[in-house]
Each structure stands twice: as C-alpha cells, then as structure tokens.
C-alpha cells in the first residue's frame, strides 16, 4: 500500500521561511516524478514546483527564486524549501508522486501553509 505524508506546515511571518517534507512508502521512490501543489480556498490547485526522477526540477513563476524543491531517495523524501514567504503562499501543500510510465498519482493528505503577522 502506498502512502505519502507531508509534514513541516505551520504558521510564519511574511518574509520567513519554513521547509516542507514528502515522505513516501510502499513505492519505489527512485522510479517517481514527485510535486508539490497548493490549493487556497475557492481557488484551484496549482502547481508550485516538481522534481523528476532524473532530478531535473521545474517550478511557478511566483516561486522562482524563493522555493527549493530537492529529494533524497534514500529516505524516500522530497523536500520543499521555502524561503521569503508572502502572505499569498498560504495554502495547503500537497504531494503527489507518480512512477515514471504510469498515469496513477498517489497524494497525500496535505499539509497547511499560513503566512500572516
């Protein structure tokens, strides 16, 4: 069974920084594509950064040069850091994987972001 737990949410100031994780298991984490999303209330879920299997990363113009995203396959983890936060970084973060060749995505439950003074 797979599962996928993001962790490291809370509550920052503007202009802090927080670093979120993707822990992964019961998958073969090497073989996955893995990104990080967020949904805001009444807004739509948007992609915030990606990393493939390759290490190759991509990311959302509004996060460029603020947010990291990395991976440690031998702890199953992704990470996203998050530098300079604003106030409309906060969301709930979610993690999705999915394994190079496949069209499954498996989420996890997703963690909250919240950046206010």
């Known amino acids: 069974q797979v599962q996928v737990v993001e962790s490291g949410g809370g509550l920052v100031q503007p202009g802090g920084s927080l670093r979120l994780s993707c822990a992964a298991s019961?998958?073969?984490?090497?073989?996955?594509?893995v990104a990080w999303y967020r949904q805001a209330p009444e807004k739509q879920r948007e992609l915030v950064a990606a990393?493939?299997?390759?290490?190759?990363?991509n990311y959302a113009d509004s996060v460029k040069g603020r947010f990291t995203i990395s991976r440690d396959n031998a702890k199953n983890t992704v990470y996203l850091q998050m530098n300079s936060l604003k106030p409309e970084d906060t969301s709930v973060y979610y993690c999705?994987?999915?394994?190079?060749?496949?069209?499954?995505?498996?989420w996890g439950q997703g963690t909250q972001v919240t950046v206010s003074s």
């Open positions: 990393i493939t299997s390759g290490g190759s990363t």
């Open positions: 999705a994987l999915n394994p190079v060749g496949s069209i499954r995505n498996y």
């Open positions: 019961g998958i073969i984490f090497s073989i996955c594509n």
